[in-house]
């Protein structure tokens, strides 16, 4: 299904400038503009990290990365097109969108046409699917994807090998062997403290840990939520040690998430190796898509930039692959609000210790599906298999469907 | 005494927002059957007009306030329950419905039609101004139709995924469009901007919104789909094949009255064995565990359903807010240890020669499980040199920390 075909191949060298080895760990310069960053060499494998971004409610592909150079994307978007001066040109072919500067400067791999081989127009069935890593929605494990990376990777003992960054359990970590677990930016799972008297505080404390024993007598779900209990208190314990916080992120919830994902990210007592960040921000742009899409690429590219200004400070931005997805880009041609209605393929960016560039094969727009959507050129399983595969070196039928094949070429290994 | 307080709880607990303390002692005085027949019959709850301030979420007479007072007013019964679950089924957000004048307008047609004719709820919330800005409806044309709201009427609010295709979706779309909000917030049909033709929709033929609904009503999967999103609701688990089946029967025959279908849920023996199968959702958690503190405090409800992830009139999206055991997750077990760690020291439980029995018995918790009753016992016996008031509200924090509230 991945095509590293001859303009796949020349992208690489010609769109990217010259792939540069760096020696060391490189800071991003963002005073510089036009400075071109080095492509970052990937840290051992044993201390690579994941970070997933979770675009929930179908980000328009053909808007983050737009297609600025074919007329029949004008044609079909006359409502919703962008501008093609605006854009930030990555090849002669493909630009960011005008709103990211920051990612347009330091860098990204670009994955086009990432999707499935019979979509679905169903937000929900398709960000399960995304979830759980069940393109085809035929196999219905109970795990996640991200969660079968974490019962690879990590320690049974550890308090959290994964950890998302929203409200509730998510099916993206839902894992057998190892412990993940869902905190809130606002309380950074830390427990509250019960009065102001330190020996009352130990009490209430202690008692919570006991009623966090597992009870044999317990109906199902009372197990599962006193299970709960217990891994909200170890990880709490350990939450109050994280690495301080830095500056720069925007106020936003984006920002907030990423903020504390760093820290996360940068410590090295919780056993973590993959946080998942869902967005908060809305997607769906059934009407007034070019405003509301502008708006979101703004916070996406400041968050990302003090994100990756943070890792480099902190020295791990070598150990750190970052990856987006969204369960649908949207329909190709404008809806007639302004806005697009759910699509099938879409485009993803990894971010890191990456080559920049074009991967996969950008989708035509002159040979649609009969919905009038994008058919995928690279599928889930083989975008998920270069995040397993070529980033952790599991191999990939051990966490996915099939027997998906890395895109070559994306991780910066050299 | 002790089986019948803790069946007319977990009845009170899948029906109300409650139980409210001593409500569960003054019930069993009559029995389960009879407190069944008292939340079915309680009379719809009357809200007083909002004040609309659309720069306070946190605004004491706004309408979310005054929706999570009659949440705890002790009269409700099984209306406000499903009040609330038409909200989180047929979901509109303040998110992107431009004035809270049309989302209370939404909540009053949902209240008038909670315990009424699925159809005519359909029917009505298809061309509510809240629903036409929140799918897309508004501004959309037959020349040019939005497909969102014809998409999630099948998937999500009435059908299910697998019962209709893309070209169902383009023809609801089509059907359903003409239909705008005008400043006043009231919605219209412009002709001009309608449909006018018949087009095909799950092998029969509509023209209008009125059409749309009547053939989704019409269509099999449709008694299905309420009824058993409507069990696992009350009931919190899936109904077996079987029970599908006589549940789809009387609420066909029943020409899709909503009452005959809760009756003959909540009065099935499955509903009374369910105990301990869903976790509270975060409104009704908040609800409870403020009724135990004796504590009116809007404020602090709603920052602590907003910290479990559910605001009311804030679906995350048109789905609703899901169940499941994300509600139980160690995220929440935080989130909830939040409010309980600030329940105050009442009077009652500080008094009580065994305060243990005392809190639990309050929060409607008859039956603990052995690891929950010793850590609350450990508490208290480490306390000892504390006064009363530090002993009662640090058992009753630990009581609203356990598994058994968390659950419904």
């Known amino acids: 299904m991945t095509t590293m075909d001859r303009r796949t191949l020349l992208r690489l060298g010609i769109g990217t400038g010259v792939v540069v080895l760096a020696g060391g760990v490189t800071g991003y310069e963002l005073t510089h503009p036009g400075d071109v960053p080095a492509t970052l060499r990937a840290a051992s494998p044993d201390r690579r990290r994941l970070l997933v971004l979770e675009m929930a409610g179908g980000s328009d592909g053909l808007s983050m990365v737009v297609p600025y150079a074919d007329g029949r994307y004008r044609d079909l978007r006359p409502a919703t097109a962008v501008d093609a001066a605006q854009v930030h040109r990555i090849d002669g072919v493909l630009g960011f969108h005008p709103s990211l500067e920051n990612i347009a400067q330091q860098g990204a791999s670009v994955v086009a046409g990432v999707g499935i081989a019979k979509p679905d127009l169903s937000h929900f069935e398709m960000l399960h699917r995304w979830q759980a890593g069940d393109p085809d929605g035929t196999v219905h494990p109970d795990s996640g994807f991200l969660g079968r990376l974490c019962d690879t990777l990590g320690d049974p003992s550890a308090p959290a090998v994964g950890v998302s960054l929203g409200l509730g359990a998510t099916q993206s970590l839902a894992c057998e062997r190892v412990t993940t677990i869902s905190i809130d930016t606002g309380n950074e799972g830390v427990f509250p403290a019960f009065g102001a008297d330190e020996g009352v505080q130990d009490a209430f404390l202690a008692a919570q840990h006991a009623m966090a024993h597992p009870d044999r007598a317990d109906l199902p779900l009372l197990a599962t939520t006193r299970a709960g209990g217990d891994t909200a208190l170890r990880f709490s314990d350990v939450a109050a040690t994280l690495p301080e916080a830095a500056d720069g992120y925007p106020q936003t919830d984006f920002g907030s998430q990423l903020r504390l994902a760093a820290r996360l990210l940068a410590d090295d007592h919780i056993g973590l190796r993959v946080v998942h960040v869902p967005m908060d921000a809305d997607f769906d742009t059934h009407t007034d898509h070019p405003t509301r899409y502008a708006i979101l690429m703004a916070d996406f590219d400041k968050a990302l930039a003090a994100l990756r200004t943070d890792l480099a400070r902190r020295g791990i931005d070598d150990r750190v692959l970052i990856a987006t997805y969204s369960e649908f880009g949207r329909r190709v041609p404008d809806n007639g609000s302004t806005g697009l209605d759910h699509g099938a393929a879409g485009t993803a960016l990894l971010m890191g210790p990456t080559n920049r560039g074009v991967f996969g094969e950008q989708p035509s727009l002159r040979d649609l599906d009969p919905d009038d959507n994008l058919k995928a050129t690279v599928n889930m399983t083989e975008y998920y298999a270069t995040i397993a595969e070529s980033w952790f070196g599991i191999p990939a039928g051990d966490v996915l469907p099939g027997s998906p094949k890395p895109i070559p070429g994306v991780v910066s290994v050299l | ?408």
């Open chain 2, 1 to 408: 005494m002790a089986d019948d307080r803790a069946t007319i709880a977990h009845v009170l607990r899948r029906t109300t927002f409650g139980p409210f303390p001593g409500m569960t002692e003054y019930l069993a005085r009559r029995g389960v059957d009879a407190t069944l027949d008292t939340v079915l019959a309680a009379a719809p709850l009357e809200p007083v007009v909002p004040v609309f301030d659309e720069d306070a979420d946190n605004n004491l007479n706004g309408p979310a306030w005054q929706w999570l007072r009659l949440m705890a007013n002790p009269a409700a019964g099984v209306h406000e329950k499903m009040v609330w679950f038409w909200h989180g089924h047929l979901t509109s957000s303040h998110d992107k419905v431009a004035t809270w004048d049309l989302m209370w307008r939404q909540h009053l047609l949902l209240r008038r039609h909670a315990l009424g004719n699925f159809r005519e709820l359909l029917r009505a919330v298809t061309v509510d101004g809240a629903m036409l800005q929140y799918l897309d409806g508004d501004g959309s044309t037959a020349q040019s139709p939005n497909e969102n709201y014809g998409r999630e009427l099948m998937e999500l609010f009435a059908l299910g995924l697998g019962n209709y295709t893309q070209h169902d979706v383009r023809a609801a779309a089509t059907a359903l469009s003409g239909w705008t909000v005008d400043d006043d917030g009231a919605p219209r049909f412009d002709r001009s901007y309608g449909n006018s033709g018949p087009v095909p929709l799950l092998g029969r033929q509509v023209v209008d919104a009125r059409d749309v609904v009547d053939v989704v009503c019409d269509h099999p999967a449709c008694a299905r789909f309420i009824a058993t999103k409507i069990h696992r609701y009350l009931v919190g688990i899936d109904p077996s094949p079987d029970r599908v089946g006589e549940l789809v029967e009387v609420f066909a025959r029943a020409n899709l009255e909503i009452v005959p279908l809760v009756e003959a849920i909540v009065r099935h023996p499955d509903f009374l064995a369910a105990t301990f199968t869903r976790a509270r959702y975060p409104v009704e958690w908040v609800t409870a565990a403020l009724a135990v503190c004796g504590m009116d405090d809007p404020a602090l409800a709603y920052e602590t359903m907003t910290a479990l992830g559910q605001s009311p009139f804030y679906p995350p999206n048109v789905a609703g807010w899901p169940p499941g055991i994300r509600w139980v997750s160690p995220s929440c077990a935080v989130a909830r240890a939040a409010l309980a760690v600030g329940a105050p020291a009442i009077p009652e439980i500080a008094a009580a020669a065994d305060p243990l029995t005392a809190a639990f018995e309050r929060a409607a918790i008859y039956e603990p499980s052995i690891t929950s009753l010793a850590a609350a016992r450990g508490l208290v016996d480490s306390l000892g040199r504390h006064n009363p008031e530090t002993r009662a509200a640090a058992v009753v924090a630990l009581v609203l920390s356990t598994p058994e509230f968390a659950l419904a």
